[in-house]
Every structure is written in structure tokens, then in C-alpha cells.
């Protein structure tokens, strides 16, 4: 079964300064990697997923993120991060399976000025 | 084009009630899948239809139930309510099924239990 492991529970990162967001997967099989932005009171929005190919993956609003089959990780990071990112992310995956993710307990990115 | 629609946005229910929820997916897609988030378990699968079927169901109780319409919209319901299914629910919208295309989630409805 797959299981999804968010290192951290809370960011607390200054503006404009980098942050970097993990995540580790467990799984038998190949999988597919997402990571979601949650703002107040919204649903879940798209920041960027592998699903093969290059394992630097460039997603919207400047985040990228690696993955690394040998350590089974997918860690999400911003080289300086705004206020305007202060959030909930969640990590997800996805083994070949139809459209079910397998998300994350989240991090709570904190930006300060 | 329109996005994810919910149906309602909040609601509040009295323990053993019943009640349906509703989303409407993006047009043309033809999967929806159900997620339950909690403070406590986080966001959990419920299930996922595409093309009218059930494809996939999460581990909960045989209260939780789904239907999708040849429309593609999806309800789901909960009877017999209890206090721990006091959650936000969201619903995503696939263009197709299968784990390579992308969810597009709504904004949830949020179900308080009283």
C-alpha cells in the first residue's frame, strides 16, 4: 500500500528568503507524484506533478520540485518565497490506479515579513 | 471554462440525519473522485467514478455512498450521520481515469454535524 510522509508540520520561513517542503513515499510499485496548495477555506490546487521523464519538475508560481527513486522522496522548494505563500501544501501520490491520491498530512508554510 | 462546482457550500446536520452532496465536474471530464478532510485523519480517498461505475472506493463505513449521472455529475451520501463526519468534502474532476491526468479539485462543502 502506499503511504505518504510529510517531514514537517509547520514552515516558519522569512519573505524572500528559500524554503524547501519534504516529502518521502512508500511504494511497491511505480507512482506518480503531486504536490497540492490549499489556501483558507478552498480546495486543492495544482502546484506540479511528475509523471516521468525528468526528475527536476518546474510547477507554477516559481516552485519545483526533484524526485529521487533511491530515496524515494519528492521534496517541493522555492528559491524566495512571499507572503502571498503562506499555505497548506500537500504532497500525494498516485500508483496506476485510476485517478485515487494518496495525500499527505500537509505543511503549513508560514511566510513572515 | 467553469470549474469545479459544490454544491452546497456549507451545511449543517443533526446526528442520524441523512444528506447528499453534490458536485458538478469540469465539462467534458468524465471522472469525479470524493475526498473527506478532517483535522485529525487529514484528506482521505472516498471514491471515484468515471463513465457511471464505481472504479475505486476508499475504507469507509457502507454509509458513505456515491452515484455519477451519465452527465458525469456526482453525489454522495451519507446517512445516518455521526459527529466524527463533520468534514470538509471535496470533489475532483478528471479529464479522464487514470493516474496521469490531472484532478481539479472544488472548493469543498463542509458538513457540520450537531
Known amino acids: 500500500a502506499q503511504s505518504v510522509t510529510q517531514l514537517d508540520s509547520q514552515v516558519p520561513v522569512f519573505e524572500e528568503a528559500p524554503v524547501e517542503l519534504r516529502c518521502n513515499y512508500s511504494?511497491?510499485?511505480?507512482?506518480?507524484l503531486f504536490w497540492y496548495v490549499q489556501y483558507p477555506n478552498q480546495g486543492l490546487q495544482l502546484l506540479l506533478k511528475?509523471?516521468?521523464?525528468?526528475?527536476l519538475v518546474k510547477g507554477i508560481n516559481g516552485f519545483e520540485a526533484e524526485f529521487n527513486k533511491s530515496q524515494t522522496s519528492f521534496h517541493l522548494r522555492k528559491p524566495s518565497v512571499h507572503i502571498s505563500d503562506t499555505a497548506e501544501y500537500f504532497c500525494?501520490?498516485?500508483?496506476?490506479?485510476?485517478?485515487?491520491?494518496?495525500f499527505g498530512a500537509g505543511t503549513i508554510l508560514r511566510v513572515k515579513s | 471554462k467553469a470549474g469545479v462546482t459544490q454544491t452546497p457550500r456549507y451545511l449543517i446536520k443533526t446526528r442520524g440525519q441523512q444528506v447528499t452532496l453534490s458536485c458538478s465536474p469540469i465539462?467534458?471530464?468524465?471522472?469525479v473522485s470524493w475526498y473527506q478532510q478532517t483535522p485529525g485523519q487529514g484528506l482521505q480517498f472516498l471514491f471515484e467514478?468515471?463513465?457511471?461505475?464505481?472504479?475505486n472506493k476508499g475504507n469507509f463505513p457502507g454509509r458513505f455512498s456515491g452515484r455519477q449521472f451519465s452527465n458525469s455529475r456526482s453525489e454522495m451520501n451519507v446517512s445516518t450521520l455521526e459527529l466524527g463526519d463533520s468534514a470538509l468534502y471535496l470533489c475532483?474532476?478528471?479529464?479522464?481515469?487514470?493516474?496521469?491526468?490531472?484532478?481539479?479539485f472544488g472548493q469543498g462543502t463542509r458538513l457540520t454535524v450537531v
Open positions: 475532483a474532476s478528471s479529464l479522464e481515469w487514470g493516474a496521469n491526468t490531472e484532478a481539479f
Open positions: 511504494s511497491s510499485v511505480s507512482v506518480y
Open positions: 511528475y509523471l516521468s521523464g525528468s526528475t
Open positions: 500525494a501520490v498516485s500508483e496506476f490506479d485510476g485517478n485515487k491520491l494518496v
Open positions: 465539462s467534458g471530464h468524465r471522472s
Open positions: 467514478y468515471f463513465s457511471e461505475t464505481q472504479r
